[in-house]
């Protein structure tokens, strides 16, 4: 008999594309398996763009809170579902209620907030072993005491019709000339974001040689891309706020290459197959690193980063201001 399987799925877009690392080797290893994943609606558009998910359920739960009422009801309609297996990725004590309540035979997690009872297959995590997120991810879908596999690198699926269709909104077409996407903003917090001066020093330098720019983003992020067309006289296509998120990944799989800030959006650049820039700052690519063999990551990896601040703690931000548009112009180059 087919395996059911639910995978208790994370919250942030990128995480959400490591995510599919996980679900590739779970379907290779259990051919014919059924594969449901609970997430937070948002992230749904990614998950209708992998062939592995059979089912996204939505997880209508306040962030934040413990919910603990919806995530009773939401277990015991689950109950019909029989699930073999489940594995939870976020390490929260509330993010492993539904698959008890689920009543999953298996249900598989890292340690997090002490979960024993409501797991049941738990996992000590290892970071010196696991450094990546994508590796803590496929831990959880093999045995406690198997090495590594592999990791198969994401791969969503871009729709050219869609595409077509949203570009027809602008009055435009797909391009015939090359596409330079950029994404300026990064919802954590300013300390992963590269000056918007330098992200318009790249987009002159593209729209001299003959290239569109494009904006992306979601509406957080419209006072970047508004700085970035300022300094480009207007001549990008800002598209920050004014697609949907399954609407940006059509339109960047349209692009010949994307500078990114370290965001979802990098994460869906990269799992698009796109050659992509990407600029770290507080963060570590270390630990989040574009999964994929075109992308090109600039790190200076100061003595103050990664610190993993929302704001630079020590007010200069030089982990990005010191990362010149001439090397992210060289490494479009290569």
Known sequence: MAQRLLVVGPSWVGDMVLAQSLFQVLKQRHPGAR???????????????????????????????????????????????????????????????????????????????????????????????????????VALGIAPDEALPEIPLPRLQADADKARATLSRWNRHPPVTPVLGLCPGAEYGPAKRWPAEYFAAVANAALAEGREVWLFGSNKDQPETAAVQSLTQGRCLDLAGQTTLEEALDLLSLTAAVVSNDSGLMHVAAALDRPVVALYGSSDPRHTPPMSAKATVLWLGLSCSPCFKRECPLGHLNCLRQLTPERVLAALKK
């Not at 997430?39 to 749904?44: G, L, V």
């Not at 962030?63 to 995530?71: D, E, F, I, M, S």
């Not at 035979?105 to 797991?119: A, I, K, N, P, S």
């Open 35 to 137: 594969l449901d994943v609970l997430a937070p609606a948002w992230t749904h558009p990614l998950l209708a763009r992998m062939p592995e998910v059979d089912a996204a359920i939505a997880a209508p739960f306040v962030h934040g809170r413990l919910g603990l009422g919806a995530r009773w009801r939401l277990g015991r309609e689950l109950r019909a579902r029989d699930y073999d297996r489940a594995i939870v990725l976020p390490n929260s004590l509330k993010s492993a209620i539904v698959p008890f309540i689920a009543r999953a035979r298996v249900r598989t997690g890292f340690t997090g907030e002490w979960r024993y009872g409501l797991l049941n297959d738990v996992r000590r995590l290892d970071k010196q072993k696991l450094p990546r997120t994508v590796d803590r991810f």
